[in-house]
């Protein structure tokens, strides 16, 4: 350790005050911002659903129970309703702090309990969605890239841009009117066909756990209930991976490492794969953060038309009966999942460009 | 005070964006006539429409063709009277909205990125806390919160969108604002207001204006979803995120549905296009066309 300090203070241009390990300090700034930004959420909930003229008493209890003032009153109770905006509050905060966020009032559940029940569902939907248009977003940026200014690229740029013009529910509507619909190749709403039964849950994704289990038909079948609104939610991010993917790739490609390489003879798929794509990846990777949050925006509509018991459909659903519990913890739930990926893109920032760790 | 034969210090401007470099490109051709077209729907619609697009007076339910090209929806109304007569509702709104996004989000990014300090942390801050919602479940809360209506739809979209335009316009501001003609306009004495007036802001336009272009597209993107989920326009009112929603009511009846979803995606291809081609012309770093000047 000393003989790193003094090491320090003798190169020119190191100040000693220099923390030792800049990437962890980077990180641990990156995360406690993280942390009030989670507070802040919670707070954003929490006024939006109380500041509002809606009344959950009304939007939750049945019209009989509602001229029932003593019912009215007890609702409010159990719920905390009747004690100040700041009270109820900082009981929320306190009770999340110990992992629990409250009680629905649509289904009278723990919410935790019910985000259990529905997150499997959209993490198998949005992660295999996303990991199509990974592949395939990155895979024609790279192409358009390559071809920039001839045919292909400009076909490209159509088709880019016709991906993130698509509405994402009428897309679903018609992909079903015609797969399932008119030619019956793929099957209609749902995780599973009504003759298979569910998977016992282990990670709550049926095509996995069922596989684990040995029941190779219905995994077979939760997969062909994966294909079209896999593909539906893809469409979007697929045309944004495009484009940034080529402009990153751009942006290196007419670099003098890449000139030297190729000057080398290095193979142009090697020069591709090897050092355009490296150097290209930071980018890509904040796209990838962005495309997150287009899933879960894809998601409420998706899941919607393909009745897809998953997180997008109990935020509709909260949100429509103003269930101030569930919003709040779907909302939440959400944002983390958002800052969490931005965070991880962050950090593997980091680990590919050193540059950032600094700065 | 002035120097007396000091030389005037000119001011820098950018190069004057060359318009009719946008003609050389088929996308932004197809664009501007495309997104005109639908505006002149929108003016027109009354004299284009043939027939009311809430009056049921037709046998429900008719196939395209014949006398009702798009065909009847389950009520007897002609589809095609209400693909034209809710480009009256979208195109408008979606301006109403992305012009009130601009106009709350430039103001606060101009005001944060000019005085920075504590006003900065909180403008910033709060754009932060927007961009950690994904967009349609915040206005989704908004819209139900107050009440299923499309003002209110409008008002929820204009809240989850005005951070874009305060973090572009507070990074161009920022970094404007420290170019040495900025500088010099001040030491000659200029007020902080005059300097981000004349000199800033003219040139934050550019960006700017390619951002909100291709945010009309998703203007009428989220408002046709939010009218798809119920949330928005509300019955008889003809807007086309609404009759997909019937669409899929009426599933086996294909057309009730198609039509509108076509009539969005070619209003929103036509912005796409139009502003890709914009940010060709005015912001050539981040343009599909970067790079190839460089060969």
Same mark, same amino acid.
Do not use: C
């Given at each position: 350790? *000393?003989?790193?300090?003094?090491?320090?203070?003798?190169?020119?241009?190191?100040?000693?005050?220099? &923390?030792?390990?800049?990437?962890?300090?980077?990180?641990?700034?990156?995360?406690? *911002?993280?942390?009030?930004?989670?507070?802040?959420?919670?707070?954003? /909930?929490?006024?939006?659903?109380?500041?509002?003229?809606?009344?959950?008493?009304? /939007?939750?209890?049945?019209?009989?129970?509602?001229?029932?003032? *003593?019912?009215?009153?007890?609702?409010?109770?159990?719920?905390?309703?009747?004690?100040?905006? &700041?009270?109820?509050?900082?009981?929320?905060?306190?009770?999340?702090?110990?992992?629990?966020?409250?009680?629905?009032?649509?289904?009278?559940?723990?919410?935790?309990?019910?985000?259990?029940?529905?997150?499997?569902?959209?993490?198998?939907?949005?992660?295999?969605?996303?990991?199509?248009?990974?592949?395939?977003?990155?895979?024609?940026?790279?192409?358009?890239?390559?071809?920039?200014?001839?045919?292909?690229?400009?076909?490209?740029?159509?088709?880019?841009?016709?991906?993130?013009?698509?509405?994402?529910?009428?897309?679903?509507?018609?992909?079903?009117?015609?797969?399932?619909?008119?030619?019956?190749?793929?099957?209609?709403?749902?995780?599973?066909?009504?003759?298979?039964?569910?998977?016992?849950?282990?990670?709550?994704?049926?095509?996995?756990?069922?596989?684990?289990?040995?029941?190779?038909?219905? /995994?077979?079948?939760?997969?062909?209930?994966?294909?079209?609104?896999?593909?539906?939610?893809?469409?979007?991010?697929?045309?944004?991976?495009?484009?940034?993917?080529?402009? /990153?790739?751009?942006?290196?490609?007419?670099?003098?490492?890449?000139?030297? *390489?190729?000057?080398?003879?290095?193979?142009?798929?090697?020069?591709?794969?090897?050092?355009?794509?490296?150097?290209?990846?930071?980018?890509?990777?904040?796209?990838?953060?962005?495309?997150?949050?287009?899933?879960?925006?894809?998601?409420?509509?998706?899941?919607?038309?393909?009745?897809?018991?998953?997180?997008?459909?109990?935020?509709?659903?909260?949100?429509?009966?103003?269930?101030? &519990?569930?919003?709040?913890?779907?909302?939440?739930?959400?944002?983390?999942?958002?800052?969490?990926?931005?965070?991880?893109?962050?950090?593997?920032?980091?680990?590919?460009?050193?540059?950032?760790?600094?700065? | 005070?002035?120097?007396?034969?000091?030389?005037?210090?000119?001011?820098?401007?950018?190069?004057?964006?060359?318009?009719?470099?946008?003609?050389?490109?088929?996308?932004?051709?197809?664009?501007?006539?495309?997104?005109?077209?639908?505006?002149?729907?929108?003016?027109?619609?009354?004299?284009?429409?043939?027939?009311?697009?809430?009056?049921?007076?037709?046998?429900?339910?008719?196939?395209?063709?014949?006398?009702?090209?798009?065909?009847?929806?389950? $009520?007897?109304? #002609?589809?095609?009277?209400?693909?034209?007569?809710?480009?009256?509702?979208?195109?408008?709104?979606?301006?109403?909205?992305?012009?009130?996004?601009?106009?709350?989000?430039?103001?606060?990014?101009?005001?944060?990125?000019?005085?920075?300090?504590?006003? #900065?942390?909180?403008?910033?801050?709060?754009?932060?806390?927007?961009?950690?919602?994904?967009?349609?479940?915040?206005?989704?809360?908004?819209?139900?919160?107050?009440?299923?209506?499309?003002?209110?739809?409008?008002?929820?979209?204009?809240?989850?969108?005005?951070?874009?335009?305060?973090?572009?316009?507070?990074?161009?501001?920022?970094?404007?604002?420290?170019?040495?003609?900025?500088?010099?306009?001040?030491?000659?004495?200029?007020?902080?207001?005059?300097?981000?007036?004349?000199?800033? $802001? =003219?040139?934050?336009?550019?960006?700017?204006?390619?951002?909100?272009?291709?945010?009309?597209?998703?203007?009428?993107?989220?408002?046709?979803?939010?009218?798809?989920?119920?949330?928005?326009?509300? =019955?008889?009112?003809?807007?086309?995120?609404?009759?997909?929603?019937?669409?899929?009511?009426?599933?086996?009846?294909?057309?009730?549905?198609?039509?509108?979803?076509?009539?969005?995606?070619?209003?929103?291809?036509?912005?796409?296009?139009?502003?890709?081609?914009?940010?060709?012309?005015?912001?050539?770093?981040?343009?599909?066309?970067?790079?190839?000047?460089?060969?």
């Amino acid at each position: 350790m *000393a003989r790193g300090r003094s090491l320090g203070a003798l190169i020119p241009g190191r100040s000693r005050t220099r &923390p030792p390990r800049p990437f962890l300090r980077f990180l641990a700034r990156r995360f406690v *911002a993280l942390l009030f930004l989670g507070l802040g959420i919670t707070l954003v /909930a929490f006024l939006l659903t109380n500041l509002a003229p809606g009344d959950p008493a009304a /939007a939750n209890l049945g019209q009989r129970a509602i001229e029932d003032p *003593a019912a009215v009153a007890s609702f409010r109770e159990r719920y905390g309703l009747d004690k100040s905006l &700041p009270e109820q509050y900082g009981i929320y905060v306190w009770r999340l702090a110990h992992g629990d966020l409250g009680e629905s009032q649509q289904a009278r559940l723990p919410v935790t309990e019910e985000l259990g029940t529905f997150i499997p569902a959209t993490a198998e939907l949005a992660l295999l969605s996303i990991l199509i248009a990974v592949v395939v977003g990155v895979g024609l940026g790279i192409l358009a890239a390559i071809r920039q200014n001839r045919l292909t690229d400009h076909v490209l740029r159509v088709v880019s841009l016709t991906g993130v013009s698509m509405p994402t529910f009428w897309l679903a509507l018609v992909a079903l009117y015609i797969f399932f619909f008119r030619l019956n190749w793929l099957p209609g709403t749902g995780r599973l066909d009504p003759q298979f039964s569910e998977p016992e849950h282990r990670t709550g994704f049926f095509t996995i756990d069922a596989l684990l289990q040995g029941e190779w038909a219905t /995994a077979g079948d939760a997969a062909r209930h994966l294909v079209l609104p896999a593909l539906v939610l893809a469409l979007y991010n697929i045309g944004l991976l495009t484009r940034y993917t080529r402009a /990153a790739v751009l942006e290196v490609v007419h670099n003098d490492y890449i000139r030297a *390489a190729r000057a080398k003879g290095i193979s142009e798929r090697r020069i591709v794969l090897r050092h355009v794509l490296r150097a290209a990846l930071p980018s890509v990777l904040t796209v990838i953060g962005l495309a997150f949050a287009n899933v879960m925006t894809g998601a409420v509509l998706v899941e919607n038309i393909f009745a897809w018991p998953g997180i997008g459909q109990y935020a509709y659903r909260s949100a429509t009966t103003l269930d101030l &519990p569930a919003i709040m913890g779907v909302s939440l739930f959400v944002a983390v999942v958002y800052i969490v990926v931005n965070f991880a893109v962050d950090v593997l920032y980091g680990v590919i460009d050193p540059r950032i760790r600094v700065s | 005070m002035s120097v007396p034969g000091a030389t005037p210090v000119r001011r820098f401007r950018l190069r004057r964006p060359r318009v009719a470099a946008a003609w050389r490109q088929p996308l932004a051709v197809i664009g501007l006539s495309l997104a005109a077209a639908w505006i002149l729907v929108a003016i027109f619609a009354p004299l284009l429409a043939p027939s009311d697009p809430l009056e049921q007076n037709a046998a429900p339910l008719l196939p395209p063709g014949g006398d009702y090209l798009f065909g009847t929806d389950e $009520l007897g109304r #002609d589809v095609l009277s209400r693909v034209l007569y809710g480009a009256r509702i979208s195109i408008p709104l979606a301006l109403l909205l992305v012009g009130l996004a601009l106009l709350v989000g430039a103001t606060l990014g101009a005001v944060a990125g000019y005085f920075g300090g504590f006003v #900065d942390s909180i403008v910033m801050r709060s754009a932060d806390l927007v961009f950690a919602f994904p967009a349609i479940i915040l206005a989704m809360v908004v819209t139900a919160v107050l009440g299923p209506s499309i003002r209110n739809a409008v008002l929820a979209l204009v809240i989850v969108s005005w951070p874009s335009y305060a973090r572009v316009v507070r990074g161009l501001v920022l970094s404007i604002g420290q170019t040495e003609y900025v500088t010099a306009t001040r030491l000659l004495g200029a007020s902080a207001r005059r300097a981000l007036v004349r000199d800033v $802001l =003219p040139n934050v336009a550019g960006p700017v204006l390619v951002l909100a272009t291709l945010d009309l597209g998703n203007a009428i993107l989220l408002l046709s979803a939010l009218s798809f989920l119920g949330l928005g326009a509300q =019955p008889p009112q003809p807007e086309w995120g609404a009759g997909v929603a019937e669409g899929i009511q009426y599933f086996q009846f294909w057309w009730i549905g198609t039509f509108p979803g076509l009539a969005i995606f070619s209003v929103v291809l036509a912005f796409n296009f139009l502003g890709d081609s914009l940010r060709d012309v005015l912001d050539p770093q981040s343009s599909w066309r970067a790079g190839s000047e460089e060969e």
